[in-house]
């Protein structure tokens, strides 16, 4: 089945779907978007991705490119064209078109594309994934990386360095020697007391839509979470380790920059939580 884009108004062949060369997105990343999961054809916390992407637009003073309801309408539209049942749903709002200047109107018409993806359903969707290893970078990014941009180079980077020593995911080390979070995941510890510690969200971090899911379902669950950053030195020494994003959902780790995690094969809290996620969005096993 042939892929469907949709952009500007029209759904087109993917193929063939092209943006203009003076797109603000493509020469100054003046551009914003969001991952949605999508599990049994449905979107994954659909709210707090639409309020993550109104803070993002809100923050470049990008207006929405139409109304909150038409633009959930038009998603679900690509999701069907594309029969998605188990995969992602990814939307890109940029500045829109203007002829090559640093400085900007306030007032552009936003260009919208939005696609979707089909990716392969795991066996038992009720246990977690098999664990994956994670190397440490610096955090090289600008200082708003709480706004969900596509400037995504240095991310790209780190990922890149992870993928060429067999890695799934580089955690991004910050100038106080703190993992701030992953290329393109939140990152998480349990440690020595049980405590489930993820980087505070003050603006030196993407605040995960999976990530406020976790928090607010910890708190249900009687988990304490404490948001104090955590060195990679007490990841090493973690009862537990793990990731989050809307593509990867939870996905625990046995590895950072070489050294074991615990006992790989508990993951207590990180099931726990994962437990928790998985009923409350109705995930078919
Ligand atoms: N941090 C970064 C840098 C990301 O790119 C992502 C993925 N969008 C996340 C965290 C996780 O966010 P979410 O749970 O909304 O996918």
Redesign the pocket.
Known sequence: MSRIAYVNGRYCPHNGAAIHIEDRGYQFADAVYE?CGIRDGKMLDEEAHLNRLDWSLGELEIPWPMTRSALQVTMREVIRRNRVRHGMIYLQVSRGRARRAHSYSAHMNPALVITATSTPRPQNAQVLPQPVSVITQPDIRWQR?DI?TVALLP?SMARHAADNVGCREAWLINAEGKVT??????AWIVDQQNRVRTHPTNGR??N????QALIRLAKQEGIEVSEIAFTPQEAYEAKEAFL????ALVQPINQIDGHKIGNASQNEISQQLWRAYYIENQIAP
């Open positions: 991952v990386v969900k991310n979070e992953g290329s393109s995941s939140n971090i993407l995960g839509t999976v990530r989050t994003s809307s593509n």
